[in-house]
């Protein structure tokens, strides 16, 4: 910070007559055009699956229900199937044959506690007020419990190629892990978008995403098939389910009906896949005999890391667990899998980066409209977040403008005063960015 700035803000604000005091910062703001809150799931180690906690399991379906503090079941355990010793959904769909040949689309994902993007956000988002991408929710460590949107459109071909193309692709968070305007997983830690939390803290992940809360205009649920595959370790694969191994995809036609068994939808061997494959991410398009992956079918899916597929598909990305594949029947009547999202295509660029549950979210314009729109919002100078700029925000603007800064570096203004304040983005807050917060005053 600049000595002369710091002079000079104590003058205005000894002309002012202000008395300083530090309120407490708010959550960001939610998207302007929501992404419904898919059903989703957490895995074994997540805090919330904890005994003691909330009574939930990794094995059970949840939905998002307004005023409750932790998720609902949506799906039972024992309605798929499951419930037996260390069971662990590994991936959901519903089934997203709704989406034409000619429909232009977004993934939308989660990613696992090790993934850090190393992918700045675009220019441009953050121009509208749109900064979080995974690399900054993973700084903040809590990007497990959050879902993101790609910058790139696919179809069901793969990508739409586009002039931006040749530019550096990056990700926008679309689902906060608990408290963006009730825009949420319900998941822990109870954080914000622009929340720092301790390193090591224990976070949910959300391992599994699926389309599907709607219900009918009589009241009942309107029926949801599920496809799924379950984790290597889950007992339900000694003799309980109609496969073996976690390359496995089920299928459940019914799953609010208990004692029904769930079918195979297919096998990981008839993927090409190894029977120490582990699939952990899913979107199943079924257009031809339900339940059955057979002709206009694909699939789209993601390998946890490790598995020995990354190895042998070809064209994989060196951090393959990012990677998005897709499998259809072949002329052959065999299934063919190619690549259908690089991880660079998702902004995922890290080592040990890894999606982990998958979606996909029409989108007939620029991607990055459709990721400005969905977007889980920062509106610069709204410290408290009550949608205004005004004179309480002006108090905090002015403690950011002589302090408080980063322990580690007395030149350097902690990272709450740059997200809310920094309005010129060269990571200081000073005179310039006074005058940006003039500009915002009052505005919003």
Not at 210 to 231: E, H, K, L, M, N
Not at 383 to 410: K, T
Request: with cysteine.
């Amino acid at each position: 910070m600049r000595a002369r700035h710091k002079n000079a803000t104590v003058a205005v604000l000894t002309t002012l007559g202000l008395l300083l005091t530090v309120c407490q910062v708010a959550e960001g703001s939610e998207p302007l055009e929501a992404i419904p809150i898919p059903l989703y799931t957490f895995d074994g180690s997540s805090p919330t699956l904890e005994p003691g906690m909330a009574d939930l399991h990794a094995d059970e379906i949840f939905e998002k229900v307004q005023g409750e503090l932790f998720p609902t079941v949506r799906f039972s355990a024992a309605n798929l199937g499951l419930g037996r010793m260390l069971d662990d959904l590994n991936s959901i769909s519903t089934d997203r044959g709704d989406v034409g040949l000619n429909t232009s689309f977004l993934l939308m994902f989660s990613v696992d506690r090790l993934t850090a993007g190393n992918v700045p956000a675009d220019p441009s988002l953050e121009g509208f007020e749109v900064p979080f991408t995974v690399a900054d929710q993973s700084n903040r460590n809590h990007a497990a419990g959050d879902a993101f949107v790609s910058h790139s459109l696919f179809d069901r071909f793969g990508k739409i190629s586009r002039f931006r193309d040749l530019q550096l692709l990056s990700n926008t968070q679309v689902i906060n892990n608990y408290d963006e305007g009730g825009h949420d997983f319900q998941a822990a830690p109870s954080t914000s978008s622009t929340t720092l939390v301790p390193g090591g803290t224990s976070q949910d992940n959300v391992n599994g995403m699926a389309s599907g809360q709607d219900s009918s205009t009589s009241g009942f649920r309107t029926p949801v098939p599920i496809y799924f595959t379950v984790g290597a370790d889950s007992q339900s694969l000694d003799g309980f389910l109609p496969g073996d191994t976690s390359a496995d995809i089920f299928f459940d036609p019914l799953p609010n009906l208990p004692g029904l068994q769930s079918m195979p939808y297919v096998m990981g061997v008839d993927l090409g896949l190894s029977s120490f494959d582990a699939v952990d991410a899913l979107v199943v398009m079924d257009e031809g005999v339900v339940g059955v992956f057979d002709a206009g079918d694909l699939v789209l899916f993601s390998l946890a890391p490790g598995s020995p597929s990354l190895n042998t598909i070809p064209d994989v990305s060196s951090n393959g667990a990012a990677d998005v594949f897709a499998a259809f029947v072949g002329t052959n009547g065999g299934a063919e899998v190619f690549v259908f999202a690089h991880a660079c295509n998702l902004g995922l660029m890290g080592d040990f980066d890894n999606v982990d549950a998958l979606e996909i979210v029409p989108c007939a314009s620029d991607p990055l409209q459709c990721a400005a729109v969905a977007g889980i919002r920062l509106v610069r100078g709204d410290w408290n977040n009550n949608s205004v700029v005004d004179i309480d925000d002006f108090l905090e603007f002015a403690q950011c403008l002589g302090g408080p800064l980063d322990a580690g570096n007395p030149n350097t203004p902690s990272q709450l005063c740059l997200d809310y304040f920094d309005f010129d983005r060269d990571r200081d807050v000073d005179l310039e960015d006074f005058a940006g917060f003039q500009i915002a005053f009052g505005m919003h």
